[in-house]
Nanobody, 124 residues
Framework: DVQLQASGGGLVQTGGSLRLSCATSGFAFDDYAIGWFRQAPGKEREEVACIASSDAKTYYPASAKGRFTISRDNARNTVYLQMNSLKPEDTAIYYC?????????????????WGQGTLVTVSS
């Protein structure tokens, strides 16, 4: 079965860095785009990064561009999210998700599988 396990969250001070990991199994890792999402209290879930399957092209919304970096390690079937210059407004539960069907764009039209999430707390 398809599994996505997000980890690496924790407590960090403003300006610090965290590296989140999304370990995957149960599918052909290099055929699918993978995205990172977050949901903060009182806010809707938003996508913060996406990495394509074939050429590892990346996508970032304006809120994350320049501070977040998504990468993929095909040998480990793992996607990472490097977060730098963290701000209190980055506090959220972070989820990784897999594109529903292979071959889509990044960001894809639809995500079909989700990890459990990992909590990131940025203190001021």
């Amino acid at each position: 079965d398809v599994q996505l396990q997000a980890s690496g969250g924790g407590l960090v001070q403003t300006g610090g860095s965290l590296r989140l990991s999304c370990a995957t199994s149960g599918f052909a890792f290099d055929d699918y785009a993978i995205g990172w999402f977050r949901q903060a209290p009182g806010k809707e879930r938003e996508e913060v990064a996406c990495i394509a399957s074939s050429d590892a092209k990346t996508y970032y919304p304006a809120s994350a561009k320049g501070r977040f970096t998504i990468s993929r390690d095909n040998a480990r079937n793992t996607v990472y999210l490097q977060m730098n210059s963290l701000k209190p407004e980055d506090t959220a539960i972070y989820y990784c998700a897999r594109e529903r069907v292979p071959g889509g764009t990044c960001p894809p039209l639809e995500y079909g599988y989700w990890g459990q999430g990992t909590l990131v707390t940025v203190s001021s």
